[in-house]
């Protein structure tokens, strides 16, 4: 590698900044459309994308020479293989590897092509270790085995975040971390398969509203804690960071607030508008009874979440019909 150094000269700040080139890798995900949204929104005019089949980022050469030629100044690498449960446990080596790749040729990439003064990469509450302490902290990443059930794609955004830490270190590379809680909001994805557990509950209610079920069955108990952040906010808050952050350590995202599962499917109901019964099998398994994210790091700096669970839950319903129902009409 050498003694690649970092671009020169940075700007005063990211939001002063607006006319610069700003490349969003994952832009028609979940996190990667709400980034670019808010991008836009804010007045930045130099937005740069790429669909997966127009770039592919597991391909090196092309990374690098997709770098060479458009030479961005700031990087949000919001690109990542993801899946469920049962994806994960299916197509492990498909996880970790093309993980790996992308983190890997996109880092190396915005440092080698000399023009990219700040890059920030997206990681996931599975990195934590599956007995964390509740609520979970930055510096309990590493402390003990993670959750065998996704390890393969936890693996690769760990190496993800001490890849950004070795390029600070060794080559004075402005690249940062942030680790986002369970997200939710438009483009999530609502597969009957593999979808995680607010928009499974999203598409079920409606289903069962169309087909006028007497009721809908929901696993467990209802008693496990999650927390929940809109993309929109986790959109708001990358950009906060890509303002205000620099530093080797990853940060923190999520809304600070609890619901039971019970509590959220009984929203999802009345956002839904299903009149039927609500029915939990208590005998299949809860899962972990905690998961809450201590972001008061990120707080401390100056940023708070906006949306309320609600009301982000009828956007998201609303963007469902729209867009996944009508599709199917």
């Given amino acids: 590698m050498g003694t690649v150094t970092a671009a020169a000269d940075p700007p005063a700040s990211f939001l002063a900044d607006k006319g610069a080139k700003v490349f969003v890798a994952g832009h ?51 690109a990542a293989k993801v899946g469920g449960i049962h994806a994960n446990s299916t197509f492990p080596a498909d996880f970790i590897a093309a993980n790996l ?6 880092v190396d990439a915005a440092l080698k092509c ?24 930055e510096n309990s990443l590493l402390s003990g085995p993670l959750e065998p059930t996704n390890e393969w794609y936890a693996v690769a955004k760990i190496a993800g975040i001490k890849m950004c830490q070795a390029y600070r270190i060794q080559h004075g590379f402005d690249a940062i971390s942030a680790m986002p809680t369970n997200l939710y909001g438009p483009q999530d994805n609502f597969h009957p398969e593999n979808s995680h557990v607010l928009p499974a509950l999203v598409r079920r209610f409606h289903e069962a509203k169309a087909s006028n079920a007497a009721e809908v ?23 906060f960071l890509m303002d205000q952050y620099s530093g080797l350590e990853h940060v923190n995202v999520g809304s600070g607030s609890e619901v039971t599962i019970k509590e959220l499917a009984e929203l999802v109901k009345e956002v839904v508008g299903y009149q039927g019964k609500l029915v939990w099998d208590s005998s299949k398994p809860d899962g972990t009874p905690r998961k809450l994210m201590d972001s008061s790091k990120i707080q401390e700096m100056g940023w708070k979440p906006k949306v309320p669970l609600k009301e982000g839950l009828v956007e998201t319903y609303k963007w469902y019909v729209e867009n996944v129902i009508s599709a199917k009409k």
């Avoid at 030479?71 to 919001?78: F, S």
């Avoid at 790749?101 to 996109?106: F, G, P, R, S």
């Avoid at 890059?119 to 270790?129: H, Q």
């Avoid at 108990?221 to 950009?239: K, N, Q, Y």
């Fill in 217 to 239: 069955v929901v696993w467990g108990t209802g008693s496990p804690l999650r927390e929940f952040l809109h993309v929109d906010d986790l959109a708001d808050a990358v950009i």
């Fill in 28 to 78: 028609r995900g979940l996190v990667g459309s709400a980034i670019q949204r808010r991008l836009l929104s804010l007045g930045f005019t130099n937005v740069v994308v790429r669909t997966h089949a127009e770039l592919d980022l597991t391909r090196q050469s092309d990374v690098e020479a997709f770098f060479a030629a458009e030479l961005p100044r700031y990087v949000i690498l919001a």
């Fill in 114 to 137: 000399g023009s990219v003064c700040k890059l920030l990469f997206l990681g996931s509450s599975c990195i934590y270790p599956k007995f964390a302490p509740q609520p979970i902290p």
């Fill in 101 to 106: 790749q992308i983190q890997t040729n996109v």
